[in-house]
């Protein structure tokens, strides 16, 4: 579990856009060489993530950090890091409508086809995508019409194009909740939180509203064999029964609402989709499972993020025994800020255990 007195969100380094990240991959993808294309849905087989022929999938992945959901600390803003705050400081500096046209143009030209074209020939078979809602849909209290869910193309069209590109190269895209309604946590930066409005935890409007969310984005994707699965929400923190000494959510011992928000977005994306992996994350920024498990879905898989720690097994232990204990994958879902040695003693770390990252 990272160290809670740092400043975070860490600029991930699987997020970072620059020469020196990207010969760090290349140099790990020399070490573990991709070895041929998975094919069909991926599923819970046990222990293993399975494609459709029963072949182990070990997923090498690339996490598109910035892209829907712009968070301070990899921007290297210090104060006001969420995105809703950068944007209103942009309008300050050049007005709304130009704001309008640089924000279109940010999320037309962050992630291209030449960018997953280029994942795809340095060896990674799969993409995470970190979402942020409002790209799919109203917040509760802009909606017109109150308890009712109004959808926007934008966020389904940016995804529909991300997909066509990870098909086109077969890897598998994996949609991440990064950015829930109203906020999964204190650490704002992640999830665009605005602290004066409800949070996630503290509105049943915006909890039916992130179920709504991912029943619909089930029922758009449901025949889609190169979505690897449903990462349903990002690393959440935040202290249930001592939010004044644990506000973050790492000693929660119960963590039953982040249970039953989870169980009930499961029970709505299974009306609708029973092809895909469903991967959870605990609290305390995904690494809490204490209150959550055992699992309560066939084909699902525990999500762990691991930063600044050790590269050794004991580093990993309790996330191999909750694998051992219900017979279920894991899946390395962040890492990163760290240095060469570091990214490479990791991953052969993971890869020794099975577990993509």
């Not at 400081?89 to 280029?118: C, M, V």
Request: net charge negative.
């Amino acid at each position: 579990m990272r160290d809670n007195t740092l400043d975070k969100k860490n600029v991930r380094m699987i997020h970072t856009v620059n020469g020196t990240i990207w010969i760090i991959f290349l140099a790990l993808i020399f070490f573990f060489p991709f070895s041929g294309n998975s094919q069909g849905f991926l599923k819970a087989d046990g222990q293993k993530i399975v494609n459709a022929k029963g072949e182990n999938v070990l997923l090498r992945g690339i996490g598109l950090g910035g892209w829907m959901v712009q968070e301070g600390y990899m921007l290297r803003i210090n104060q006001g890091g969420q995105q809703h705050k950068i944007r209103q400081r942009i309008e300050e500096l050049i007005g709304p409508e130009q704001t309008g046209e640089f924000y279109d143009a940010w999320l037309s030209n962050h992630t291209r086809k030449a960018d997953i074209d280029s994942l795809k020939a340095w060896g990674f078979n799969s993409v995470r995508l970190p979402m942020h809602y409002d790209l799919y849909t109203l917040s509760v209290d802009k909606e017109p019409v109150a308890g009712k869910n109004t959808w926007i193309e934008k966020g389904f069209t940016l995804t529909d194009s991300l997909l066509a590109w990870c098909k086109a190269n077969q890897m598998y895209l994996i949609l991440d909740l990064h950015a829930a309604p109203g906020g999964q946590g204190n650490d704002v930066n992640i999830s665009d939180r605005d602290p004066s409005k409800p949070s996630l935890w503290e509105s049943e409007a915006n909890q039916q509203k992130t179920i709504a969310l991912w029943q619909k984005l089930a029922e758009r994707y449901v025949n889609e064999p190169w979505i690897g699965g449903y990462d349903v929400i990002n690393e959440p923190n935040w202290g249930f029964s001592d939010p004044g000494n644990d506000k973050n959510g790492t000693r929660e011992q119960k963590n039953e609402p982040l249970k039953k928000l989870m169980m009930d977005i499961t029970a709505a994306i299974r009306q609708v989709d029973n092809n895909h992996l469903i991967i959870i994350e605990g609290n305390g920024w995904g690494n809490n499972y204490n209150g959550v498990l055992p699992p309560w879905d066939k084909n699902m898989a525990l999500s762990f993020h691991k930063y600044w720690n050790y590269n050794d097994q004991a580093s990993i232990k309790g996330i191999l025994n909750f694998r051992d204990k219900y017979n279920i994958p894991v899946w390395l879902g962040e890492t990163g800020e760290n240095s060469n040695v570091w990214f490479t003693e990791a991953i052969r770390l993971f890869e020794t255990n099975n577990i993509g990252w």
